[in-house]
């Protein structure tokens, strides 16, 4: 009985070795891909970050770009608004005269009343026609105000859905 307990040590510690050897090899395996896997996540991130960091840059012109876009529709519209009062004011201005000239008419006399209603009505006929062209004028400017107010609240817009979008990728980073 002692002799077959000291043949079946060797076998014993044979097997043991066997199987610490394939568990040494299964763990060199395991290293070698980990490293590996390592290499590629680290790779993989790295064209990550270079897209993101792409991205908030074309993001950071395209904002830039909108900005001044919207600075040049303010100024635009600034103009405009400064036209369109110049031109209340000419039209205002005829209005006044024309009603200066129809008091005029009713004061005077009878001996110049027919030469006066001619000069008035000359007078008249050119401060409506002005009037009307001033109206057309005006309408122009109002109508090209409302356009610029729509494309400055469209790019108000635009930018404020930009910036968002950049703030978001900042903070997802």
């Known amino acids: 009985p002692g002799h077959e307990l000291g043949v079946e040590k060797p076998i014993l ?3 043991l070795q066997k199987e610490l050897s394939a568990v040494i090899c299964e763990r060199d395996r395991l290293a070698s891909r980990l490293r590996q896997d390592t290499e590629v996540y680290q790779s993989r991130l790295q064209c ?14 395209a904002i830039s770009n909108l900005q001044n876009q919207l600075d040049s529709t303010k100024q635009h519209l600034s103009e405009q608004t400064t036209e369109l009062s110049e ?15 129809r008091g005029r008419q009713a004061r005077h006399d009878t001996v110049t009343e027919t030469r006066v209603r001619k000069a ?33 609240q469209q790019s108000q817009r635009q930018f404020s859905r930009e910036k968002e979008k950049v703030q978001e990728r900042e903070s997802l980073q």
């Open 13 to 15: 510690v044979n097997q």
């Open 87 to 101: 031109a209340l004011s000419l039209i205002e201005t005829f209005r006044e005269e024309l009603a200066d000239l």
């Open 48 to 61: 990550v970050r270079d897209e993101v960091k792409d991205k908030i840059q074309a993001d950071g012109t």
């Open 120 to 152: 008035v009505a000359e007078e008249q006929e050119r401060c409506e026609a002005e009037l009307v062209g001033r109206d057309r004028l005006l309408n122009e400017a109002r109508r090209e105000q409302a356009k610029t107010a729509v494309a400055l």
